[in-house]
């Protein structure tokens, strides 16, 4: 079992009524974690995870008993806090006879890369509400995954928030009009939130500290929060350090001035959502930090049961992003975050109806690699 898996069972007394309060600890550099993992038992902590690649410990207590003792390894702590995707806009089924291009694909125009790369062999992971894995337009692409929730199940997706997101990136069902930015990319389901959209932070952890262990090149994160969580910030951080490119939705509240974490650090990409005029949407958060923006309006993608529907909101922006990302890392996974970054930023498209974003375009990314970069 790997130390990223470890975790303690979880105690059979249903007859008790205390609540169970989760907690993230940040342990220390250079300690030992059996004598930290003993000091928490001491306090009434159960520990039921460790995350060996973020150096922290989830765990929990029964209130009305509050642990105050410190704990000498233990660098802070952090209360458990829970948040849920929320989209401007759940559109009807669609038609799967319709064969069209999704207008989003055609606006960043990927189709014109597709000739010399489609993402084959890039490991981009959903961190969502899991996937579809049996989806005609996305099975082909479907590389598995891990359930944070229940580790025994599959990823499988009950919402379909996260199957949408994966035909974003990576659909590739021509007959079923669901073509994605990068058709080739290998997707992989980090099922963290549950099939109402919920996720507690400790779970996100999770999710972050399991792609580090399993080597993926992209975490696409189409979800966010108002808070600033100290935990959070350093597993992004750490995955930052260790190459991984990821992607961020500013948020969905229409703010002029301000946008969610996880986007507002600036080791991840953040990407705002505009319409098909090429217009910042209503509902996009715009604000500092904000790199790009990218189609997330009436976008249409896989649904579940092998359907198909649209859907609005900056959850649908990031995916363009990270597809395109993939159709860069085929050409070089040697690409790091800040260099990808960078080449999105200066490949983006400048329009009169945006003053203060520039919107993604995958050709020009390309582009710009293929004629700057590698010279």
């Known amino acids: 079992m790997n130390d990223s898996d470890w975790r303690l069972p979880f105690p059979c007394n249903q007859a008790s009524s205390k609540k169970r309060i989760r907690k993230i600890y940040y342990l220390r550099d250079g300690i030992q974690l059996e004598r930290c993992l003993n000091n928490l038992r001491r306090l009434g902590v159960r520990p039921i995870r460790y995350?060996?690649?973020?150096?922290?410990?989830?765990?929990e207590y029964q209130a009305p008993v509050v642990?105050?003792?410190?704990?000498?390894?233990?660098?802070?702590?952090?209360p458990d806090i829970r948040l849920?995707?929320?989209?401007?806009?759940?559109?009807?089924?669609?038609?799967?006879?319709?064969?069209?291009?999704?207008?989003?694909?055609?606006?960043?125009?990927?189709?014109?890369?597709?000739s010399i790369s489609q993402g084959r062999g890039v490991k981009v992971a959903v961190i969502d509400t899991g996937i579809s894995a049996d989806h005609p337009a996305i099975k082909d692409n479907y590389r598995g995954g891990v359930n944070i929730l229940s580790p025994y199940f599959a990823p499988q997706d009950y919402n379909g928030h996260g199957t949408h997101v994966a035909g974003i990136i990576a659909g590739n069902g021509a007959g079923l009009g669901i073509i994605g930015t990068a058709p080739k990319t290998e997707v992989y389901a980090v099922k963290a939130f549950n099939r109402?959209?919920?996720?507690?932070?400790?779970?996100?952890?999770?999710?972050?500290?399991?792609?580090?262990?399993?080597?993926?090149?992209?975490?696409?994160?189409?979800?966010?929060?108002?808070?600033?969580?100290?935990?959070?910030?350093?597993?992004?951080?750490?995955?930052?350090?260790?190459?991984?490119?990821?992607?961020?939705a500013t948020g969905n509240r229409g703010l002029p001035s301000s946008i969610d974490f996880p986007a507002r650090y600036p080791e991840t990409i953040a990407v705002a959502s505009v319409s098909r005029e090429g217009v910042l949407s209503r509902f996009s958060n715009m604000g500092k930090g904000v790199d790009l923006a990218a189609p997330g309006e009436r976008i249409p993608s896989a649904w579940l049961n092998g359907t198909k529907r649209e859907m609005s909101g900056t959850s649908m922006a990031v995916p363009?992003?990270?597809?395109?990302?993939?159709?860069?890392?085929?050409?070089?996974?040697?690409?790091?975050?800040?260099?990808?970054?960078?080449?999105?930023?200066?490949?983006?498209?400048?329009?009169?109806?945006?003053?203060?974003?520039?919107?993604?375009?995958?050709?020009?990314?390309?582009?710009?690699?293929?004629?700057?970069?590698?010279r």
């Open 67 to 78: 642990p105050t003792e410190s704990v000498p390894d233990v660098a802070y702590t952090e």
């Open 51 to 59: 995350l060996s690649h973020l150096g922290m410990v989830i765990g």
């Open 84 to 114: 849920t995707i929320t989209e401007p806009y759940v559109g009807t089924m669609l038609s799967v006879k319709e064969q069209n291009l999704p207008w989003g694909v055609q606006m960043i125009e990927a189709p014109k890369v597709w």
């Open 196 to 248: 109402k959209g919920s996720a507690n932070l400790s779970d996100l952890l999770s999710a972050i500290n399991w792609c580090i262990e399993n080597g993926m090149q992209v975490i696409n994160m189409s979800f966010g929060m108002e808070k600033l969580s100290e935990s959070l910030r350093q597993a992004i951080q750490i995955a930052h350090r260790r190459g991984i490119v990821m992607v961020a």
């Open 320 to 374: 363009h992003v990270s597809g395109t990302i993939a159709l860069l890392l085929q050409l070089n996974p040697y690409l790091n975050p800040e260099q990808i970054r960078y080449i999105l930023l200066q490949s983006a498209l400048k329009t009169s109806r945006l003053e203060r974003v520039s919107v993604l375009n995958s050709y020009q990314a390309v582009e710009f690699y293929r004629r700057f970069w590698k």
